[in-house]
């Protein structure tokens, strides 16, 4: 993967609107509902999720590894970092939490050998998507990174 690559890879997970910053959670919402429907469904994080893949895998071998994946941490650090207060900071507690374990190595290395393949990566959509879906309505709305609502 070129630097140019790695840096578009960079850009597409950072803020797209300011205007959305009072909204609870609005940068993942805009970065990850693929049909604009207010609503990140199943087939938004799966479709997004395989999309994130392909960016981070430099070698193109259907796998990230450990240099890879050190890439992709680093890369999801600094973005959670940008957008601390819109529902990604600190302060939002096991929303914080879910949204970080859901991309880690550990959540997604089914296998336990140490890299993620596209079928790992995606396949876990759907235990991610419990993760961070605090009401429970079966998508991710602004209501499930409200702090005041949970």
Do not use: C
Not at 66 to 77: G, H, M, P, Q, S
Not at 85 to 99: I, L
């Amino acid at each position: 993967m070129t630097r140019i690559t790695h840096l578009a890879a960079i850009l597409a997970l950072l803020p797209l609107t300011a205007a959305a910053q009072d909204t609870p959670g609005a940068h993942f919402i805009t970065n990850w509902d693929m049909n604009a429907d207010g609503i990140v469904s199943l087939d938004d994080l799966t479709t997004k999720r395989g999309e994130v893949f392909v960016m981070f895998d430099a070698n193109e071998d259907g796998a990230l590894d450990a240099t890879e994946y050190a890439l992709f941490d680093d890369t999801r650090v600094a973005d959670m970092a940008n957008n601390a207060g819109e529902g990604h900071g600190p302060d939002q507690g096991r929303g914080q939490a879910a949204m970080l374990e859901g991309m880690t190595l550990a959540f997604n290395d089914t296998d336990g050998d140490g890299a993620v393949t596209l079928a790992e990566f995606t396949g876990h959509s759907a235990d991610w998507l419990a993760l961070i879906d605090r009401d429970g309505d079966g998508g991710i709305t602004a209501a499930d990174f409200d702090p005041a609502t949970h």
